[in-house]
């Protein structure tokens, strides 16, 4: 039979003498296996993973605030003195950073106040109706509805990746619907106007702020996630141990035990590749 | 040893398509050599109950709607009654379920197995791995192939991707390429414009023919070649996007829409040009490229798939799949 002489070739137009099923010792040739993967490394990744632990940080900072402000530790006039000097604060290292040209900002100072007075002035003839919204809602209710949406903030917020989950407006709108749930169980007016206020700062100006800082000195966001890790933990710390042992237990997962299993994960990695894959356009 | 076939899917006539006509096809030919063949599929608006077509042809056109994208509903237990039903009045000793995508086809097979019947199943199209619906339906799959005899790959290449898919081995698929009737596409010269170079593209316009490419093409191709024209038969959601370059580049005496063809139409339109394009960017074998050639057209094609497999090296060109 010619079968055993010819070699066999990859096509289907010639009857090459083979049986139908023959399987030739070329067969799955060209197939490749984890071309594109990505490799990590340790330190790169513990160093990224900062950003998750700042905004886990933000976000117990402010359930502190509000439970100080709850036991009468923490008076409103403090709280709205010291968000407005950090938002001056942020302000002025925002501004340093445009000058020296460090981030793009096509906003004028004009802009900047006018938004400032729009929204503190709107926040504060609303807080009256603010502070009386939740009434009939009993507080367990309240607290569940807190938690989830400060979950919402955490699991939406766009740490800086690409993914469909990601969503930056639902993050911000979820921190602040948590924000009115808690301010609204406050005594006055102007507790709920500090809180909602400092809510904005921490959940929609800090974030950009960390975003532009990064952006532009490369070597503060390590010192950075140390020092907002340190300050929380002293804050919970006086409010209870427990959660101040869960929230470094948390810190530490998410720093240096995630990275570990994100790497041992990726070598079970098997993407298949070869002729039969779609074609990409190449511009 | 002649052998009673029931072929089942759920892509067959009055649907026009690649799997539709290879079913009839295939089961003309086997009919032709003194074996008896049935068809299965689900009913299409009237079309209901058992229709015969050309040689005895007989087809059951079954009451199951059709759910997402031409197919059954898969309930696995609501078909077992009437598919047993027919398994066991036709005396079927072979089921042979066509295409990945049909939930009948893989029901019937399943059914068959558990009645002792032997089972066939042909592949006709490639799948990728990385994707939600491609780990789904690979692993579906793996399920339905499990207990399946035999499968049948349009082309090389189509065997590696299914073998893969399903984890078979490799032995127990045979590779058998489509074919088409060359008494359908004979050529005919004389229907070709003398002056002019005409490039035809037939095909359904959607994304993965490469209609993109298609579109960056058209205008560079006018460019170079004043005297080329195109001739575009088929529909689809991308027609907006070449009647777009048309308009931009001024080229409505120079690329003609013929609209959505029917499959007895096709030869008529291809006798009409110089050259086939063929943009897919996949493909396991692409019967269009035969019957181009059976018409006598040059073809062009990208090289993704089976493509490379089917046509001898002087009668199509290979090429990336980029505009350039």
């Keep these: ?89 942020g302000y002025l290292v925002h501004c340093l950073l445009t000058s020296v040209g460090r981030i793009q900002s096509d906003r004028s100072f004009a802009d900047d106040l006018k938004t400032f007075l729009i929204f503190a002035g709107f926040s504060y003839c609303l807080s009256p109706i603010l502070v009386s919204l939740t009434e009939t809602i009993a507080t367990d209710t309240i607290y569940a509805m807190t938690t989830v949406m400060l979950i919402a903030n955490l699991l939406f917020h766009d740490y800086g990746t690409s993914a469909p989950m990601v969503s930056g407006v639902l993050s ?34 800090w974030p950009a702020l960390r975003r532009n800082l990064r952006q532009a000195v490369s070597c503060c966001h390590v ?34 035990l995630c990275p570990a299993w994100l790497i041992w994960l990726q070598t079970y990695k098997n ?7 779609e074609a990409a356009i190449q511009q | 040893m002649k052998y009673n076939v029931c072929m089942v899917s759920d892509f067959f006539f009055p649907n026009q398509g690649g799997v539709e006509s290879h079913i009839y096809h295939v089961s003309q030919c086997l009919i032709n050599r003194g074996h008896k063949v049935i068809i299965v599929t689900h009913f299409y608006g009237n079309r209901r109950g058992v229709r015969y077509l050309k040689n005895g042809l007989k087809v059951y056109y079954l009451p199951f709607p059709t759910m997402y994208n031409q197919c059954v509903l898969p309930t696995i237990l609501t078909t077992l009654p009437l598919l047993r039903n027919i398994f066991i009045r036709e005396d079927i ?38 994707d939600a619906s491609s780990i789904l339906t690979n692993k579906l799959l793996k399920f339905s192939l499990a207990d399946c005899h035999h499968a ?14 399903a984890a078979i081995k490799p032995e127990t698929v045979s590779v058998i390429p489509n074919a088409v009737e060359a008494s359908m596409f004979i050529p005919d010269p004389s229907q070709r414009d003398p002056d002019k170079i005409t490039v035809v593209v037939v095909s359904r316009l959607v994304y993965r023919k490469g209609m993109d490419l298609l579109a960056g093409i058209i205008p560079e191709i006018c460019r170079r070649h004043p005297d080329v024209q195109f001739i575009i038969g088929g529909d689809g959601p991308k027609r907006t996007v070449l009647e777009e370059v048309r308009e931009n580049y001024q080229l409505q005496d120079r690329v003609v829409f013929l609209g959505a063809l029917e499959h007895s139409q096709v030869r008529n339109v291809l006798v009409r040009g110089d050259i086939l394009i063929n943009t897919s960017l996949t493909e396991a074998f692409c019967i269009a490229i035969v019957e181009a050639a059976c018409c006598g057209l040059q073809v062009v094609s990208t090289k993704v798939g089976g493509v490379p497999e089917v046509l001898p090296p002087e009668m199509i060109k290979l090429a990336e799949p980029s505009v350039k």
């Design chain 1, 1 to 89: 039979m010619a079968a055993g002489v010819k070699s066999w070739k990859k096509i289907l137009y010639e009857d090459q003498g083979f049986p139908d099923h023959y399987v030739d010792a070329s067969f799955l040739d060209e197939l490749r296996k984890n071309l594109y993967t990505r490799t990590y490394d340790y330190w790169t990744v513990v160093i990224e993973s900062g950003v998750i632990v700042q905004q886990l940080c933000s976000v117990c900072i402010f359930v502190v605030v509000f439970l100080f402000m709850d036991m009468q530790l923490l008076q409103a006039e403090t709280l709205v003195s010291v968000s407005g000097g950090l938002c001056l604060l």
């Design chain 1, 172 to 205: 911000l709108n979820a921190g602040l619907f948590a924000s009115v749930c808690l301010a609204s169980r406050l005594q006055t007016t102007l507790h709920s106007f500090a809180t909602v206020t400092f809510a904005v700062e921490l959940f929609a100006l």
């Design chain 1, 223 to 256: 010192l950075m996630t140390t020092l907002v890790a340190m300050v929380t933990l002293l804050l919970v710390s006086c409010i209870s141990l427990t959660a101040t042992v869960l929230l470094a237990l948390a810190i530490v997962f998410i720093t240096l």
């Design chain 1, 271 to 277: 993407n298949i590749h070869g002729p039969w894959d």
């Design chain 2, 93 to 130: 000793h072979i089921v042979h379920g066509h295409s990945a995508f049909s939930t009948m086809a893989h029901e019937a097979m399943f059914h068959a197995r558990n009645m002792g019947l032997k089972t066939v199943f042909t592949d006709h199209s490639l799948f990728g791995f990385a």
């Design chain 2, 152 to 165: 049948i790959c349009v082309s090389h290449t189509s065997k590696e991707n299914t073998v893969l898919r």
